[in-house]
């Protein structure tokens, strides 16, 4: 199941996944509320508990490719997973984003952490061209 977290900056996309997460929650609760932040922000962060040890029986069904193609700035997994913990470390290189995986004892250093200089919103159209114009 995938609960979405109220309280971080509106950039921030922030959920639990708990039990099984199936592709049809991704495409009903996380698609949308990363489309609703990305009409407000050029820059997303992605903030992500994840309380169990395997996410979903079938990822198979899972279609990440639309978080996978968003601009994210910023990650914040938390877990106390081992093997995910590991996995993510390793392979972070290949992710154009700051990365950083926290434990579950320190969830509040990690929604600090996202959102820390996170409050700021893309510029209207009307702003950008006065910008320019100076």
Same mark, same amino acid.
């Not at 991704?26 to 609760?29: G, P, Y």
């Not at 913990?85 to 926290?102: G, P, S």
């Given at each position: 199941?995938? +609960?979405l977290i109220d309280g971080l900056p509106e950039n921030v996309v922030a959920f639990?996944?708990? #039990?099984? $997460?199936?592709?049809a929650e991704?495409?009903?609760?996380l698609l949308p509320a990363v489309a609703k932040s990305? +009409?407000?922000?050029?820059?997303?962060?992605? *903030? *992500? =508990?994840?309380e169990c040890r395997f996410p979903g029986a079938g990822? +198979?069904?899972?279609?990440i490719v639309p978080l996978q193609l968003q601009p994210w700035e910023r990650v914040a997994l938390v877990t106390d997973v081992s093997w995910i913990?590991?996995? $993510?470390?390793?392979?972070?290189?290949?992710?154009?984003? =700051?990365?950083?995986?926290?434990s579950t004892a320190q969830v509040d250093e990690g929604r600090d952490w996202i959102a820390e #200089? #996170?409050?700021?919103?893309? @510029? %209207?159209? %009307? =702003?950008?061209?006065?910008? @320019? %114009?100076l």
């Open positions: 199941m995938i +609960e639990v996944a708990t #039990g099984r $997460v199936t592709g991704c495409d009903a609760v990305r +009409e407000r922000h050029d820059r997303l962060r992605l *903030y *992500y =508990e994840l990822w +198979e069904d899972l279609d913990r590991q996995t $993510v470390k390793a392979l972070r290189f290949l992710i154009r984003a =700051e990365i950083r995986v926290f #200089g #996170g409050r700021q919103r893309r @510029a %209207a159209p %009307a =702003e950008t061209a006065m910008a @320019a %114009a």
